[in-house]
């Protein structure tokens, strides 16, 4: 069997909810537990690189998630999740709780915080199994954390795979990787986000991180802005978001992470083009800021086979019609 293309070490979470207002008065809004609503980032980041057009490189058996399936897993959770695809699960089970996760809404302030003890995932975690040397592994951990990780990658032989790295800080609350406002604060630029703010800093991670003449990329994701595109060998380009009616915008948790899903999955299908690659992410990103939760997936028939409608729409018009805004591109 071959390697898988993406597999994720995120820890799979069941989120819950809490909301009030400014003064901490219940605002009577519910919600059910969702899977990986806020910092199930794998999880978006796992489903959106299947959001993208399949064209046989990436069915739901070419990526590869791990969730440790507690006595309490909610039987319509797993339901949802076979949904999108059985292959792209390994469910472990155990007697103790499944992962949980507390979100707590007071006004526009979101705090979160465990419920129950974390399982960690490491690369040994996924030998002697289907998702054992994929090439593109992800990991969404602290730096220390990340360092023992690629460290034990590099003690399994014959593996070297395309690493995706989503750095958190040590902090109550969660973190993804650097959208536009974290950019800028780590290299002391003041905010407000701007396009020429974004474009200053960008060059300034390519001269740190990567230095004249070497082949690598820098994106910073901005939002409404659009994600900025840019290697040392290369000019930025702005890539401009899917969504340009606020109005479509429920709810922008993990659309970074679906972002990077669809980057993923579309660096294997462009067989590596980094700014082809991330029309493929801001599509995926589309599908997540539509709605609290995950995107809602169906199947109609056409003459010959199934087709796959993700929020009553195809993935595939979408990509045609942000590449239209792009002509260069189409």
Not at 111 to 140: M, Q, V
Not at 280 to 285: L, M, N, R
Request: net charge negative; proline share 7%; aromatic share 10%.
């Amino acid at each position: 069997m071959s390697p898988r293309q993406l597999v994720t070490l995120g820890m799979f979470i069941i989120d819950e909810f809490v909301y009030s207002d400014e003064d901490g008065r219940p605002t009577g809004r519910t919600l059910p537990p969702q899977a990986g609503h806020s910092f199930g980032a794998s999880l978006y980041l796992l489903l959106t690189s299947s959001i993208v057009p399949r064209s046989a490189l990436l069915p739901p058996h070419a990526v590869g998630m791990i969730v440790d399936r507690g006595a309490d897993f909610p039987a319509e959770i797993e339901s949802q999740l076979v949904a999108y695809g059985k292959d792209m699960w390994l469910f472990r089970d155990h007697s103790g709780q499944t992962t949980r996760a507390l979100n707590s809404y007071k006004g526009d302030h979101r705090g979160f915080e465990y419920l129950t003890p974390r399982i960690r995932l490491t690369p040994l975690d996924l030998k002697d199994t289907a998702f054992a040397n994929p090439r593109s592994l992800h990991f969404i951990c602290s730096p220390s954390r990340a360092s023992v990780i690629v460290s034990e990658i590099k003690t399994i032989d014959g593996w070297s795979p395309t690493t995706i790295y989503e750095p958190i800080p040590y902090a109550h609350r969660p973190a993804t990787s650097p959208n536009a406002e974290e950019a800028l604060s780590l290299l002391s630029i003041p905010l407000p986000t701007t396009k020429p703010k974004i474009e200053e800093a960008c060059a300034r991670f390519l001269e740190i991180g990567v230095g004249p003449g070497r082949d690598g990329w820098v994106i910073v994701r901005s939002g409404a802005l659009g994600a900025y595109v840019a290697s040392a060998n290369r000019k930025g380009e702005w890539i401009s978001a899917f969504w340009e009616d606020e109005q479509k915008v429920v709810d922008v948790t993990g659309a970074g992470n679906g972002f990077l899903g669809g980057l993923a999955a579309g660096l294997a299908l462009t067989e590596g083009d980094v700014f082809a690659a991330a029309f493929y992410g801001t599509v995926s990103a589309s599908f997540i800021i539509e709605q609290q939760g995950l995107p809602h997936i169906s199947q109609s028939l056409n003459a010959t086979e199934p087709v796959e409608h993700w929020n009553n729409d195809y993935p595939t018009h979408r990509l045609q019609e942000l590449k239209r805004r792009h002509a260069k591109y189409t």
